[in-house]
């Protein structure tokens, strides 16, 4: 299936690498399950081999020096596979690590072999949609819509189309939903047979277990979570998502604000080498929010986004203009935001859409408040049986539960 004409080549880069640290075939085939005929065969051409010990392997050889790049080596042994077990691991592989221009290939490889399997078919089309939603060619609306008309094909691909779709309720700041179909996705990878499509699919679902603990206010399971994750460094889309568990764990405590936004700044980081750049974005909102919040000091004229541009007018007592801004945000988004509400009632002192907003975020079991700090939106309704009162069923009805 290749067309790249590269002249590097998988087995010769592999070879000269396990000659300069003096290791024989025969010590990787043992150390990794492999008869040592296979590893020979996979060095001279052939991708007959397992995927997930080829790759362990080449993570092995890899401690050896910090020049040898796992990532490099991988993409030279996935760019000739024909194997159709390898190049479903290869695309779950291209897409944790968002290598979308191999991942794109192994999709049009799998389209030319559509007539002999639905399966292949299905399986490239929910990829493709992954390009597709992170190279922004498409919203995430109509993503999830196309995703959920890709009928599954194989266990496999029916657990990928779920993950994917927590993705929207995430987005969509879905938590109670995200976490009921959370239960029956574990059981379903715990049976998957493929090791490693098993264990990433399990890393994906690690993420929204993170969100669910973050949300949920247990701060210390989603931070040894995430740093469980990023000892993993499965790929740079779960080290980014882990980095941001581990803002949203310090947002709370005003004394951590400032680790909190160095955080997102990292995620910002990885985020923007992977070219994700409208997720960049989103944390870019998010740590203006922060600082807004937070009484740090933004010249108006340094705000990129709309929501936060209101707010800081709201602050400054141009609340007319702020307003204005709001309703034109709920308009265009075709929504109403809880983080609106509040920033409403901040403008007219009106506690109703502190109720609204505190509301909304109970119903979706959001313990994070939208990143409000729990204290202060708490205490604009302390003196009314309003926010305070709602809260405090809420916590009777949790404490019953």
Not at 122 to 132: E, R
Request: with cysteine.
């Amino acid at each position: 299936m290749s067309t790249n004409t590269s002249t590097l080549d998988f087995g010769t880069e592999f070879q000269k690498l396990i000659r300069k640290y003096g290791i024989t075939q025969k010590k990787l085939s043992e150390q990794f399950g492999m008869k040592q005929s296979t590893l020979s065969r996979v060095l001279k051409g052939s991708r007959g081999g397992d995927f997930e010990k080829i790759y362990k392997i080449v993570k092995y050889v890899a401690t050896l020096s910090p020049k040898i790049k796992v990532e490099k080596l991988m993409l030279l042994y996935i760019r000739d596979l024909t194997n159709y077990d390898n190049v479903k691991v290869a695309m779950e592989y291209c897409d944790t690590h968002n290598f979308l221009g191999q991942l794109q290939k192994l999709c049009e490889y799998f389209w030319s072999k559509a007539k002999e399997s639905n399966e292949l078919k299905a399986w490239a089309d929910l990829y493709n949609l992954s390009i597709q939603r992170k190279l922004g060619k498409i919203s995430l609306t109509d993503w999830y819509n196309k995703l959920m008309e890709i009928e599954p094909s194989c266990k496999e691909s029916e657990i990928y189309r779920s993950l994917r779709a927590l993705e929207h309720l995430n987005q969509e700041q879905n938590y109670r939903e995200i976490s009921d179909n959370m239960k029956m996705l574990q059981e379903n990878i715990s049976h998957v047979e493929n090791t490693y499509i098993r264990f990433s699919f399990g890393i994906r679902l690690g993420e929204f277990l993170q969100a669910i603990y973050v949300r949920s206010g247990k701060f210390d399971e989603a931070e040894e979570l995430a740093l469980q994750t990023l000892g993993f460094s499965i790929g740079k889309g779960f080290d980014a998502f882990a980095t941001i568990t581990l803002a949203e764990r310090n947002i709370q405590d005003k004394s951590k604000i400032d680790i909190a936004i160095q955080h997102f700044e990292k995620a910002i980081e990885i985020y923007e080498e992977m070219n994700r750049l409208s997720v960049a974005s989103l944390f870019v909102k998010r740590i203006e929010l922060i600082k807004l919040l937070h009484s740090v000091d933004i010249p108006l004229e340094d705000i990129k986004h709309k929501q936060n541009i209101a707010f800081k007018h709201i602050l400054d007592g141009n609340t007319a203009h702020g307003m204005k801004l709001l309703d034109e945000l709920d308009i265009e988004e075709g929504k109403q935001e809880a983080i609106r509400d509040f920033m409403r009632g901040k403008a007219t002192g009106d506690r109703g859409f502190y109720w609204k907003a505190l509301s909304t975020f109970m119903k979706r079991n959001d313990r994070l408040y939208g990143y409000f700090p729990m204290k202060e939106l708490l205490k604009l309704g302390e003196h009314e049986n309003g926010v305070l009162g709602l809260y405090n069923i809420y916590e009777t009805e949790r404490g019953e539960q």
